[in-house]
């Protein structure tokens, strides 16, 4: 398994002339070697591996990292450095789109014969396709935290606050087995609802309002991802018509991912849509992100993404319409791209509920 996963930094080693790779990422370290802990480096030859903790992580690692030698150290770039030193490694690739400019100094300084490549965020397109217990941890994770928003949308109702929403629904995840929220969830009500990234507040919801809940949960290191509209009671004419075009938009995309089409042309699916129906100006987001270790992960759909959808990928899909002073309506599912198409791994119903 992990084997494989490493056969996908061939291509990184080969385009760079790189002896090794310094990774830093700690989503793309627990993919290529298991942990899980948050503080470590991972160094990667063609044959060899090394992981690289302090005294806070050994135990840990010993029973989580796979196929590379641990190394306990007291300071960290010290340890890294020497190890390059010993290896005679004279050329290696960085993870540049999340080293700090501290740590390269670091590195720099103290390796001076050394050349450091800087290699951008394509290095996390390793992560794009995933394997089928990844697909199916996903599919878990998504699946709990759909099941704990249906649990929860019954309690919404005129006086109830925005945050005592967020704070119940992440509650029945813990208490459904998820280890964590996935991200500060948006709760978003009324004229909030104009923007994509409104967290809880104290609002409370009123009758007639659509609400806009952004939600998920992780289990394992897996994130889930998903929003749903509803309304208060009975939402008003521009409310419903927002909330069609938007659904739409949404069914037309996700009926479009298939193996081959690029992120871009998927992107424009809904944007086109969005766009014939006099709403474009509204939709300023890209449709989607991948979905993963991390919450946002490669690949972007967005029109200016050059990613081509490929099987195995997991990533969202998620028009929106945002009105400054109406509110806004977004409806984001998560899919598991197939040979011929997608599952969707997400659950709640997305036509409008009224509460
Ligand atoms: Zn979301
Ligand atoms: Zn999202």
């Excluded at 830093?24 to 903790?53: P, Q």
């Excluded at 029945?172 to 087995?177: K, L, T």
């Amino acid at each position: 398994m992990l084997k494989n996963r490493r056969s996908r930094l061939e291509p990184f080693f080969e385009d760079n002339r790189l002896e090794a790779i310094l990774f830093t990422n700690l989503a793309n370290i627990r993919f290529l070697c298991g942990f899980s802990g948050s503080d470590g480096v991972l160094l990667l030859t063609r044959d060899k591996a090394w992981f690289l903790c302090d005294s806070r992580y050994t135990a840990q690692a010993a029973g989580e990292v796979r196929e590379a030698e641990i190394r306990e150290f007291s300071a960290k770039y010290e340890a890294v450095c020497s190890l390059i030193a010993d290896n005679s490694i004279r050329r290696f690739g960085i993870e540049a789109a999340h080293m700090l400019v501290s740590d390269f100094r670091q590195l720099s300084e103290r390796l001076a014969g050394c050349e450091l490549v800087g290699i951008g965020a394509a290095l996390d397109t390793i992560r794009s396709r995933k394997d089928p217990g990844e697909i199916e941890a996903l599919g878990l994770v998504a699946r709990l935290a759909s099941d704990s928003l249906m649990a929860v949308l019954p309690a919404l109702a005129p006086g109830v606050k925005e945050s005592a929403v967020a704070l119940e629904l992440e509650i029945e995840m813990r208490r459904r087995g998820a280890d964590a929220r996935a991200f500060e969830f948006i709760v978003a009500s009324g004229e909030r609802g104009a923007m994509p990234h409104g967290r809880a507040s104290d609002k409370v919801l009123r009758s007639g309002e659509l609400v806009t809940i952004d939600f998920g949960a992780v289990i394992d290191g897996y994130h889930s991802d998903e929003t749903v509209t509803v309304a208060i009671g009975s939402p008003c004419a521009q409310g419903r018509e927002i909330h069609d075009i938007v659904r739409q938009a949404h069914d037309r995309a996700i009926a479009s991912v298939k193996p081959g089409i690029s992120c871009r042309d998927l992107d424009a699916v809904a944007r086109n849509f969005i766009r014939d129906n006099g709403y474009e100006s509204f939709f300023g987001h890209g449709l989607g992100h991948g979905v993963g270790l991390e919450i946002h992960e490669k690949p972007v759909i967005s029109p200016r993404s050059e990613a081509v959808v490929e099987e195995g990928m997991v990533f969202t899909i998620e028009p929106g319409i945002y009105v400054p002073g109406f509110g806004g309506v977004r409806i984001e599912d998560t899919v598991a791209v197939t040979a011929d198409g997608c599952v969707i791994l997400t659950h709640a119903p997305k036509n409008l509920i009224q509460l």
